[in-house]
Nanobody, 126 residues
Framework: QVQLVESGGGLVQHGGSLRLSCIASGRAFSTYTMGWFRRAPGKEREFVAM????????YYAGSVKGRFAISRDNAKNTVYLEMNNLKPDDTAVYYC???????????????????WGQGTQVTVSS
């Protein structure tokens, strides 16, 4: 089992940048696929980005591709989400998620991730 704690959220102006971090406790972080999701007010939780256990093959939602970058540091049990050129539509609570396994699949639905953090608020002002 793994526990996840996000940090790095805040208030930023349109066009600004933020970097979110998610620290995982527990063993074998390097064997987990990591994902970022977000939930905007009044909307369903949606996929943002994922990165497999090795750090390769990042996959992004179309709405953030080219602006966001996911990375991980297995030595620090941490996954990051670098967010650039932020827009008001990016305002949401951002969640880190994890699933065990060293496969190479693409996992973009919340039900595919059994482990979740508590979320961190990102607010982008216009």
């Amino acid at each position: 089992q793994v526990q996840l704690v996000e940090s790095g959220g805040g208030l930023v102006q349109h066009g600004g940048s933020l970097r979110l971090s998610c620290i995982a406790s527990g063993r074998a972080f390097s064997t987990y696929t990591m994902g970022w999701f977000r939930r905007a007010p009044g909307k369903e939780r949606e996929f943002v980005a994922m990165l497999n256990w090795s750090g390769g093959n990042p996959y992004y939602a179309g709405s953030v591709k080219g602006r966001f970058a996911i990375s991980r540091d297995n030595a620090k049990n941490t996954v990051y989400l670098e967010m650039n050129n932020l827009k008001p539509d990016d305002t949401a609570v951002y969640y880190c998620a994890a699933r065990a396994g060293t496969g190479w699949g693409v996992f973009t639905t919340p039900s595919e991730y059994p482990y979740w953090g508590q979320g961190t608020q990102v607010t982008v002002s216009s």
